[in-house]
């Protein structure tokens, strides 16, 4: 599958799992400065168990050496109603030109902010129609169970909720380019085949199988539905951005490979 080289990405991480405001600055990364203007730069980003990132992918006028065009996608959304949107207001980041919103898997701490993010995106352009891309297990009904046998429900993503705040939907098991065909740029992998036997998914993960107004737990590991993104950077490579890369590294490395040639 044809992944046209793009001359820039910019990853801007806007939940993780910890943050330092101490860490400084290297070859690849731009941190929020502990120091602004002779005073201590406060409020500092908050850090939460999930994940999301703002993925700009650009290319420039070889002509002119300036920037010809970008796109922007949100790749998850993080564990909280609000800890994304306000890690981008410090940042100084607004959600208006972003064209999408991709989901990595469908656990709770990867999509618990859609909703606000999403009413974010609404009260700025009350018309606008929002995109979001998954995989359709990402609506699944989820439980883990313990070693132990403790066990607990996970929230689930509500389609329908999503459905009624005007989202355009997009669910795909297999691999898909944004921001369209003819502009292949950023690439979503869908399904992750799973060779490695030492990469093992999830193991204590359950799907709900409802009937006869029973709950049945069937044993669910594999979260089919993790995905990563991908990019040809032009004279560097494959740049590859997983959230908990669940198929495991090493299987999403190899069909990142496999997929773009």
């Known amino acids: 599958m044809s992944l046209q080289e793009i001359d820039e990405v910019t990853i801007t991480v806007l939940m993780d799992n910890s943050t330092d405001l101490l860490l ?34 650009i290319k420039y006028d070889r002509n002119k050496n300036t920037e010809a065009n970008n796109h922007s996608f949100l790749f998850d959304t993080g564990v909280s109603e609000n800890g994304v949107i306000y890690n981008a207001n410090i940042f ?20 618990t902010g859609l ?51 005007k989202v355009r939907i997009h669910t795909n098991t297999g691999v898909r380019l944004l921001p369209s065909d003819q502009l292949p740029w950023l690439l979503i992998t869908g399904e992750i085949p799973r ?13 709900e199988n409802s009937s006869n107004n029973e709950i049945d737990l069937i044993p669910d590991p594999l979260v089919k539905d993790d995905q990563a993104l991908v990019v040809n950077v032009r004279n560097k490579g494959l740049v590859i951005l997983t959230a908990c890369g669940h198929s495991g590294i090493i299987n999403t490395i190899n069909y990142a490979k496999k997929v773009t040639g």
Request: proline share 8%; aromatic share 8%.
């Open 115 to 165: 909703v606000n993010i999403i009413n974010t995106i609404h009260s700025r352009r009350p018309d606008s129609i929002v995109s979001l891309y998954t995989h359709p297990d990402a609506f699944l009904k989820r439980w883990i169970i313990l070693p132990n046998g403790t066990r607990a429900k996970m929230p689930a993503l509500d389609e329908k909720q999503l459905q009624e705040m």
């Open 24 to 57: 400084t600055n290297s070859e690849h990364a731009i941190r929020t400065p502990l120091i602004l203007k002779e005073r201590i730069n406060l409020p500092p980003p908050i850090a939460e168990h999930g994940f999301s990132a703002l993925v700009n992918v």
């Open 195 to 207: 060779e490695k036997h030492f990469e093992k998914g999830f193991p204590i993960q359950y799907v």
């Open 92 to 111: 100084g980041i607004d959600f208006d030109h972003i064209e999408g919103i991709i989901l990595s898997h469908g656990h709770f701490d990867h999509f």
